[in-house]
């Protein structure tokens, strides 16, 4: 397991990109997952992208075609940007890694980002 902390949270006007960082305490390179997550307001916590160590990324539909997410594993870090931001984008973002043989995942603490119209 890893430590991982979020940063890049903080007010975004809707209609503008928002760009977050996850660093991780270790390498990066092996894991076999590296995602996000968002939880908005009394709604349960959702899958916004992940990583597969392979390369393979998915998205969550409510984000797909208008984010990104990359690992730069020389930094071990995991970024996520999102453009053209809804108000539905408000939420606590959580970095999140998995890998096989973990007997649980890695959670960050959270940022939140708050869209403003």
């Known amino acids: 397991q890893v430590h991982l902390v979020e940063s890049g949270g903080g007010l975004v006007q809707a209609g503008g990109s928002l760009r977050l960082s996850c660093a991780s305490s270790?390498?990066?390179?092996?894991?076999?997952?590296m995602g996000w997550y968002r939880q908005a307001p009394e709604k349960q916590r959702e899958l916004v992208a992940l990583s597969t160590r392979g390369g393979r990324t998915v998205y969550g539909d409510s984000v797909k075609g208008r984010s990104t997410i990359s690992r730069d594993n020389a930094k071990n870090t995991v970024l996520l940007q999102i453009n053209r931001t809804q108000l539905a984008d408000t939420g606590v973002y959580y970095c999140n890694a998995e890998s096989t043989g973990w007997r649980d995942a890695s959670w960050g603490q959270g940022t939140q980002v708050t869209v403003i119209s």
């Open positions: 270790g390498s990066i390179s092996n894991i076999d997952v």
